[in-house]
């Protein structure tokens, strides 16, 4: 019984997991258009391009790969380039991901742990000093 139940339990949780990827591993894993997912990562210099209103497109690196983001809504108050950010929503049709949730970093010590194991992974230095070239 417990195991059945246990089945069940995962099995209608299954839509409601939501993956966490760099922009290098949408990459690699080739994520499908459609698919919901948190892009992590720094946002990219120079790449912050307001549009009208509340709509706001910028990059999202890990150093290796970028990414285009949209989004429409307000952006958190910690948002700016070369800082920690993570975006939810879907990659559409063209490889540009659609952002419907924006979280920023919390303070100059801290940047979301998911994020911070990543880029640690890729070799990538984080903290004071840390100098993020970005390939174009």
């Given at each position: 019984?417990?195991?059945?139940s246990?089945i069940l339990v995962?099995?209608?949780?299954r839509?409601a997991i939501?993956?966490?990827y760099t922009?290098?591993d949408?990459?690699?894993?080739?994520v499908?258009?459609?698919?919901?997912f948190?892009?992590?990562?720094?946002?990219a210099?120079?790449s912050v391009?307001?549009g009208?209103?509340?709509?706001?497109g910028?990059?999202?690196t890990?150093?290796?790969q970028?990414?285009?983001?949209?989004?429409?809504?307000v952006l958190?108050d910690?948002f700016?380039?070369?800082?920690?950010?993570i975006a939810e929503g879907k990659?559409?049709?063209s490889?540009?991901?659609?952002?419907?949730?924006?979280?920023?970093k919390?303070?100059?010590n801290?940047m979301?742990p998911?994020v911070?194991k990543s880029?640690k992974?890729?070799?990538i230095?984080?903290?004071k000093?840390?100098?993020?070239?970005?390939?174009q």
């Amino acid at each position: 019984m417990l195991a059945v139940s246990l089945i069940l339990v995962l099995f209608a949780m299954r839509g409601a997991i939501v993956y966490f990827y760099t922009p290098s591993d949408v990459v690699t894993k080739s994520v499908e258009p459609g698919q919901r997912f948190r892009l992590g990562g720094l946002v990219a210099g120079g790449s912050v391009d307001r549009g009208e209103g509340t709509k706001v497109g910028f990059s999202v690196t890990d150093t290796l790969q970028i990414i285009k983001v949209r989004y429409d809504g307000v952006l958190p108050d910690l948002f700016r380039e070369g800082q920690g950010v993570i975006a939810e929503g879907k990659l559409d049709g063209s490889g540009i991901f659609q952002a419907d949730t924006v979280l920023a970093k919390h303070d100059e010590n801290y940047m979301p742990p998911e994020v911070a194991k990543s880029l640690k992974e890729k070799g990538i230095k984080l903290g004071k000093g840390a100098v993020h070239p970005t390939k174009q």
